[in-house]
């Protein structure tokens, strides 16, 4: 049966998980796209739902054995033109999507190399941090007042990071808990240049608030404060791009 109205259960459960709240009434979060949804598969996160647009390829494709391995037990609908466009995010969906489960975000001391991100807000950096993170190997995230990695623009810049990199959320004060013992380097740009120096082998780097910086909680516990170096009228680098920067570096230090 293809689902059609807007109005529809389905359609509305699924739209809801745009939300923040209504990811955390159903405690899942939406996939979209060929790669995504592929790439979240293989990842073994919990595929609850999958919707299709219906149409002679999507119906194809639902009969392949590659997807029906990657839709597990998870549950198939299919949409309606205007119920998709409903429920997806994207300016040009392209006919997938998938509801999946949220993992557990409860807090735990790090195993390695980690990464606090403090109060940032932009989605779109959240999720670039992210990425970024998964490649460099910083794969234990800790999130502070910032926005919701799971969001679907969050889930979209993260390039699949969201599904390899364990991401827990808590207050400040929790969070440092869980970092007792850990080597703390906040990035500043009135540190000391972080092209000299040197990194204990397990450490946990700290990027602010996008406008802000540090809050003070996290700034008076650290043990070092790095900047990367600037040239010209330039104040600051977006925070995605400073964490890139500084995981690559610090993770990659000779000691």
Do not use: W
Not at 12 to 23: D, Q
Not at 31 to 44: L, P, T, Y
Not at 145 to 169: I, N
Not at 194 to 216: D, K, M, Q, W, Y
């Amino acid at each position: 049966m293809v689902i059609v109205s807007k109005q529809n259960p389905v359609v509305k459960e699924l739209a809801s998980l745009k939300e923040k709240k209504g990811r955390r009434a159903r405690g899942t979060f939406l996939v979209e796209g060929d790669k995504m949804f592929g790439e979240c598969a293989e990842s073994g996160m919990q595929i609850v739902r999958v919707a299709l647009l219906a149409t002679r390829e999507r119906l194809a494709l639902a009969e392949t054995p590659l997807f029906k391995d990657h839709l597990g037990a998870g549950e198939l609908v299919l949409l309606g033109e205007d119920a998709f466009k409903a429920v997806s995010d994207e300016k040009t969906p392209q006919g997938i999507l998938a509801e999946v489960k949220l993992p557990d975000a409860s807090l735990q001391p790090p195993r390695g190399r980690c990464l606090l991100l403090d109060g940032v807000a932009d989605p779109a950096n959240v999720g670039a941090v992210i990425r970024t993170a998964a490649a460099a190997g910083y794969r234990e995230i800790y999130l502070a007042d910032c926005t919701d990695p799971y969001a679907p623009k969050s889930v979209r810049s993260s390039m699949s990071g969201v599904f390899y990199c364990k991401l827990m959320r808590g207050t400040r004060e929790e969070i440092l808990e869980q970092l007792d013992g850990i080597p703390l380097i906040a990035a500043d740009m009135g540190g000391e240049d972080v092209f000299a120096f040197t990194p204990p082998e397990r450490h946990c780097i700290c990027i602010g608030n996008e406008g802000n910086g540090l809050s003070e909680a996290v700034r008076g516990r650290a043990d070092f404060t790095v900047g990367i170096p600037m040239q010209g009228p330039m104040e600051s680098l977006n925070a995605a791009v400073s964490a890139g920067i500084m995981m690559y570096l610090l993770g990659h230090a000779k000691k």
